[in-house]
């Protein structure tokens, strides 16, 4: 699931690597996402299935438009907070606010 999200973050830092301190963080981001209630428009793809966090539902579905800011920015952060972003962000609610843009960008298309 962190497919293409995790690269995101890393690409943008320009990271040297992934470490594991990125993959974790990807990992949490995508366990507390999984907690939160799923959005109507997720259901919607899902033809008005409800989704809850339990035995059926563990990991956010590729259709949670959450994903494009959650996963990126949590991986971005473990980069620069590890020392492999050689381009680190000062500003994480632009970067956040940026990532949501190109996410509404690809809704267009």
Same mark, same amino acid.
């Given at each position: 699931?962190? #497919?293409? #999200?995790? #690269?995101?973050?890393?690409?943008? !830092? +320009?990271? &040297? $690597?992934?470490?594991? +301190?990125?993959?974790?963080?990807?990992s949490l981001a995508l366990a507390e996402m999984a907690r939160l209630p799923v959005p109507e428009c997720v259901e919607k793809a899902?033809?008005?299935? &409800?989704?809850?966090?339990?035995?059926?539902?563990? !990991?956010?579905?590729? #259709?949670?438009?959450?994903?494009? *800011? *959650?996963?990126?920015?949590? @991986?971005?952060?473990?980069? @620069?907070? $590890?020392? !492999?972003?050689?381009?680190?962000? $000062?500003?994480?609610?632009?970067?956040?606010?940026?990532? &949501?843009?190109?996410?509404?960008?690809?809704?267009?298309?």
């Amino acid at each position: 699931m962190c #497919f293409p #999200f995790l #690269f995101r973050g890393a690409l943008d !830092v +320009q990271s &040297h $690597s992934i470490n594991e +301190q990125m993959k974790m963080a990807c990992s949490l981001a995508l366990a507390e996402m999984a907690r939160l209630p799923v959005p109507e428009c997720v259901e919607k793809a899902y033809e008005g299935r &409800h989704l809850e966090f339990g035995p059926d539902y563990i !990991v956010p579905t590729p #259709f949670d438009p959450r994903l494009m *800011t *959650t996963i990126p920015l949590a @991986v971005a952060k473990a980069a @620069v907070e $590890s020392g !492999v972003a050689k381009n680190p962000i $000062s500003d994480w609610d632009a970067y956040k606010e940026r990532l &949501h843009k190109m996410w509404l960008e690809e809704q267009k298309e």
